[in-house]
């Protein structure tokens, strides 16, 4: 009995003990769960998860609605602005929708109106772009005339005895005593006589002999300056002089004296300069931004200090084909007529150039339409096809120089958006379009081509329509508001997220995104060629990133043999032509860069070289073995920014060398291509 007593008070404690597990057991799952309440937002689907596994995970997003210009108005329902009574917006982590609508903003038309939005349509029309320019006046150096000795002797007298006498062609200059002239004049009269009596009593061989003795006296004199006239009194008169007089060859202004009274001078002394005054030019200076709207033959204005609102003009008469590299301009000669010698050379004039824009970058002037044009004197112009009146070169056509052929009329017009529609941060412009057909007034985000702005208006190449109406103000306030809802902008160009500007080093592993590359049907072979391809570009990374000039040069030749040692191409059509047309531009820029001997020059071959292998590597993929990084330096050609690629995502680099080894960050990641196992080609 007392055993059995034992066995019941032992038993009934295990079942205490148990019970009280049981208890202490569900106070900490009670627990847990209240402590996961407080911290962690447990929605109904996740406890559903919790509760029932078969069923699917959603996960709800709160949305919260927010104004576009005053961010730190939030509320969790519609409304509007108690600041700007704008509507505000919605902003949902579900707002990923497909790219046409990524860029999509609709607001109300009181918030259209609070923006202050406005639109125009894109068009086509003729634009003119004003250039402006500033330089000095300069001499004609095709009318300037050296007075020079043509025989050895003495100044006995200047007639024009100092600098800036202005003399008429013809007029007596200088009394140059000479015992050569001398000689040469007896030599004259003796041959004269001995004409004049061959002629009498000689025979044929002998007058023969006469006459050319005679002419060579007669040519010695001539080379020596003396005139025709001069030269027929001698013979007439038969006396001789030992002085000669120099008369001026043409009309100007002694802007040179180089000798003196009595001064002893050799043959070829220079003793004047003397400078037609009457036509001048004008030497400017063209900003390379502006060469594309500046032509041979261009009318030019200008106006100078010493004559306020007076305006002169002349005419493009050569562009000199060399860059100034410490200004980046290029020297515009005007021709300038100067009849009234108010233009003095030195004199500092601002000059501008009204070109009127059509199509393809053509210039409309109605002057030179159809018309033929001397390509060394702008001024000689003519109907139909000839030879210049002044230097006999043929005429070419003024659609030779960029101009516009036919009746400006009828000339093709550029499609254009006014300048203010355009937001452009460094290689990329956006324009904001508004959707037509909507309930609520909606714009989207286009990055768009633009082409040379000309005037107000720049030109559009690719990415817009004519009649599309694109935001010209107001278009900062919409990019902003996407900004507020991470949506991609101007400013923030991939999935919202704003660019750290420049990291040192390589950013953290949320800022890269391997994109999923369609990996197209490239032939095996062909992919292993390129690979080797890949191989030296890579080896050449590594050669600037140690500053190792002679290396790079080694592997640039190195790459370009690997590129001329490629026989295969992609099986498509379209995509065969597509890398026939890169294959040749990477050719042009590795011949280029082979003869560099600089390695800032060097590096500026990589540059194009990194953005046409990078284009290659998204559309072909990779060698198979790894992914590619796609590097980004913001600082590199003074702050404009370049990319290039490594095969690694140990940051190199090739820009900055040891300078700054490590500066700049992996921007993208494109995955291994899938392909046969295969030999790397490093």
């Not at 707002?95 to 068009?123: C, F, H, I, W, Y």
């Not at 036509?279 to 200090?305: C, H």
């Not at 009849?339 to 970058?361: C, D, H, S, T, Y």
Request: aromatic share 8%.
């Amino acid at each position: 009995m007392e055993t059995q007593m034992r066995k019941s008070a032992s038993l009934g404690k295990k079942i205490a003990g148990r019970l009280v597990l049981v208890v202490i057991l569900v106070a900490v799952f009670l627990l847990g769960f209240w402590w996961r309440g407080l911290f962690t937002p447990v929605s109904t689907a996740e406890v559903e998860i919790d509760t029932q596994e078969k069923a699917p995970a959603v996960k709800q997003k709160k949305t919260v609605w927010i104004c576009s210009m005053h961010p730190h108005i939030r509320l969790f329902k519609p409304g509007v602005c108690n600041i700007c009574n704008m509507d505000l917006v919605p902003v949902s982590d579900s707002d990923d929708g497909d790219t046409a609508e990524v860029r999509q903003l609709s607001v109300s038309e009181n918030a259209r109106k609070l923006m202050e939005v406005e639109t125009v349509p894109v068009e086509r029309k003729l634009v003119t772009a004003t250039i402006r320019m500033v330089g000095k006046v300069d001499y004609d150096e095709t009318r300037l005339a050296y007075i020079t000795a043509r025989v050895p002797g003495r100044l006995d007298r200047l007639f024009a005895d100092y600098t800036g006498v202005p003399v008429k062609k013809g007029e007596h200059l200088v009394s140059i005593y000479s015992p050569e002239l001398y000689s040469a004049q007896e030599e004259l009269i003796r041959a004269f006589k001995m004409v004049k009596d061959v002629r009498e009593n000689q025979s044929g061989n002998m007058r023969e002999f006469a006459k050319d003795t005679l002419n060579a006296a007669r040519e010695k004199l001539r080379l020596w300056g003396l005139s025709a006239q001069q030269i027929s009194s001698v013979e007439k008169s038969g006396k001789v002089s030992d002085h000669m007089t120099i008369y001026a060859p043409t009309g100007g202004i002694v802007i040179q004296k180089n000798a003196v009274k009595d001064m002893y001078v050799e043959e070829g002394t220079r003793i004047y300069t003397i400078a037609d005054m009457s036509q001048l030019w004008v030497k400017l200076d063209a900003y390379e931004s502006d060469l594309e709207w500046l032509r041979y033959g261009q009318k030019v204005e200008f106006t100078t200090v010493s004559y306020p609102g007076e305006i002169f003009r002349g005419t493009i008469s050569f562009m000199d084909p060399i860059l100034n590299e410490r200004t980046r301009t290029v020297k515009i000669r005007v021709n300038v007529a100067n009849a009234e010698g108010k233009l003095k050379p030195e004199m500092f004039v601002k000059a501008m150039v009204r070109a009127q824009v059509a199509a393809a970058g053509k210039i409309m002037d109605a002057d030179l339409a159809g018309k033929w044009i001397c390509p060394m004197h702008p001024d000689i112009v003519k109907n139909k096809s000839g030879e210049c009146d002044l230097c006999e070169m043929p005429l070419v056509t003024a659609e030779s120089l960029g101009y516009v052929s036919d009746d400006p009329g009828r000339a093709e017009k550029p499609l254009v958006i006014p300048v203010t529609a355009a937001l452009v941060t460094g290689k990329r412009a956006v324009v904001y379009v508004q959707l037509p057909g909507r309930d609520k007034p909606t714009f989207v985000g286009r990055e768009i081509v633009l082409g040379p702005r000309a005037g107000d208006y720049y030109l559009v190449p690719r990415g817009l329509r004519e009649g599309e109406r694109v935001v010209v103000k107001g278009n900062f306030k919409i990019d902003s508001a996407l900004q507020i809802m991470a949506k991609p902008s101007m400013m923030t160009p991939e999935s919202g997220q704003r660019g750290s500007g420049h990291d040192h080093g390589v950013s953290g592993r949320e800022k890269h995104r391997q994109d999923t590359v369609s990996q197209p049907a490239v032939d095996k072979e062909f992919r292993e060629q390129l690979g080797k391809v890949y191989a030296q570009y890579f080896l050449l990374q590594q050669e600037l990133a140690r500053d190792r000039t002679d290396g790079a040069v080694n592997v640039i030749k190195q790459m370009l043999n690997a590129l001329h040692a490629m026989n295969k191409k992609p099986e498509s059509g379209e995509l065969s032509q597509w890398w026939h047309n890169n294959r040749m531009e990477l050719e042009n820029i590795l011949a280029e860069g082979a003869g560099k001997n600089e390695i800032k020059l060097i590096r500026e071959k990589f540059y194009l070289l990194s953005q046409n292998l990078i284009q290659v590597s998204k559309r072909l993929g990779t060698d198979g073995d790894g992914p590619y990084y796609v590097m980004y330096c913001s600082m590199a050609f003074d702050n404009q920014g370049a990319l290039w690629l490594q095969d690694n995502h140990d940051l190199r680099n090739p820009y900055f060398g040891a300078a700054m080894l490590k500066c700049g960050q992996v921007k993208e990641i494109i995955p291994a291509a899938r392909i046969y196992n295969k030999h790397k080609g490093h």
